[in-house]
């Protein structure tokens, strides 16, 4: 199956005969079974089948092997959103005195996260921008994940994972990549070297800004070293699956990161556009960035910053990487000033003001005063995040209207 197939048959609902076209909803917390021992069996993972929804759900299960399928990973695991999967990730492999390798230009919730996480003995080493050099010159022999975001948000720089791939895997430590914002629709990026991929799937995979989830895809393909990583060690006999072993097992079971039923649905919906969404939000994003350029030009804004703007430092790794080359449907508007910034983002009448991304509609921000309200100056520059700067995820407007609102709203 190729990529549009696979979003609409792959890792079907075999369990209901009603015909129906879409998986059904299981909103059960529990399942019944006809004696003490099966029940038992399922507990012991012995024989197939639900116990508890914390623990597994047929609904949550479907869009877990769906994704898994997507992505070619081996297993995935889906959990109640995108930070909780991140999390999930980083627990279940780190413990106390680890190391993590991160790039700095982290969407906010992450750097909180990385911060909590020190006070678990965990640290994080950040580097300005993740090139294989930057990478190798921090690794030593406490570093055990380096995690990165394929186009960083909201500083929107592209990491070339086949060169960071190459480093990872040399030191034999998993690279772990957070997708969100480039969706499998543009890259696969097991295909390139990943060892863990995340999304928050409240974005682009639910597609319509309508519910909170995350998921976590395992390629299958990491070579555990469980003297290096004795966290895994209990799934030893599981070998390159110890990780999912572990995640479904303990850690995002004993957390309880558990996906709800109805959210799982709400993946499974949205995937099935995602292909075709991807292929328009990304065309408007770039029609868009370039059609501001003209306001770049005349002084009316300072930059516009999009990733496949043929002026753009990554242009050609986003060719490379990136299916047909669409680099995203993100672009970033530095106004001049603070003033300008909110002036421009008040007058726009079809972008609602909202901290999302990844909706049908355009979403936009003033980053600063929002979701890194409460960072440092350190954390502000390494993100990116100027006071003037404006975060766009464009939506499926017609482009004409989406042009001639950022005009009007940027010349008034
Ligand atoms: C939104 C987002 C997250 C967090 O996801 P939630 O579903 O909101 O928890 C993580 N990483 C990136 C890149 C995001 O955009």
Redesign the pocket.
């Given at each position: 199956m190729k990529f549009n197939t696979k979003l609409l048959h792959s890792a079907r609902d075999v369990s209901d005969h009603s015909g129906a076209t879409l998986p059904a909803i299981h909103q059960s917390s529990a399942f019944a079974h006809e004696s003490s021992e099966k029940l038992e069996k399922v507990f012991d993972n012995k024989a197939p089948g639900f116990a508890y929804t914390r623990i597994g759900n047929p609904t949550v299960n479907t869009f877990e092997k769906r994704m898994a399928e997507i992505e070619g990973g081996f297993g995935a695991v889906a959990c109640a959103?995108?930070?909780?999967a991140?999390s999930m990730t980083l627990l279940a492999i780190l413990k106390s005195g680890d190391e993590i390798i991160s790039s700095a230009a982290l969407?906010g919730?992450?750097l909180d996260l990385l911060t909590d996480l020190e006070d678990l003995g965990i640290h994080t080493t950040y580097v300005d921008y993740v090139t294989p050099e930057s990478i190798e010159a921090q690794i030593n022999a406490n570093t055990k994940a380096v995690f990165t975001?394929l186009i960083g948000?909201p500083r929107l720089d592209v990491v070339d994972v086949k060169a960071i791939a190459e480093v990872t895997k040399r030191y034999n430590i998993p690279l772990i990549i957070?997708a969100?914002?480039s969706t499998p629709a543009l890259i696969r990026p097991f295909e390139y070297g990943a060892n863990i991929v995340i999304h928050?799937a409240?974005?682009y995979i639910s597609g319509s800004g309508n519910a909170?989830?995350?998921i976590i895809i395992d390629s299958g393909r990491f070579a555990w070293d469980f003297e290096k990583y004795p966290t895994l060690a209990r799934y030893k006999q599981m070998g390159k699956l110890a990780f999912t072993a572990k995640l479904k097992n303990d850690t995002w079971k004993n957390y309880g990161a558990c996906l709800s039923p109805q959210n799982a649905y709400i993946g499974l919906v949205g995937l099935e556009t995602l292909g075709l969404r991807m292929e328009r939000l990304c065309d408007n994003a770039l029609a868009l960035a370039e059609a501001l350029q003209i306001h770049v030009e005349n002084h009316e804004i300072a930059e516009v910053t999009y990733p496949g703007l043929s002026s753009s430092r990554y242009k050609e790794v986003s060719t490379a990487q990136f299916e047909k080359g669409r680099a995203g449907a993100i672009l970033t508007i530095k106004a001049g000033s603070k003033e300008k910034a909110w002036s421009i983002i008040d007058n726009l009448k079809y972008a609602s003001v909202a901290t999302n991304?990844g909706d049908v509609r355009t979403l936009v921000i003033h980053p600063a005063s929002t979701i890194y309200g409460h960072s440092t100056q350190e954390q502000l520059d390494c993100a990116g995040v100027t006071s003037d700067l404006i975060r766009v995820s464009v939506g499926l407007e017609d482009i004409e209207d989406l042009i001639a609102d950022f005009t009007q709203a940027i010349i008034t």
């Open positions: 959103s995108g930070m909780a991140i969407f919730g992450t975001e948000n957070d969100t914002t928050s409240s974005k909170i989830s995350g991304i």
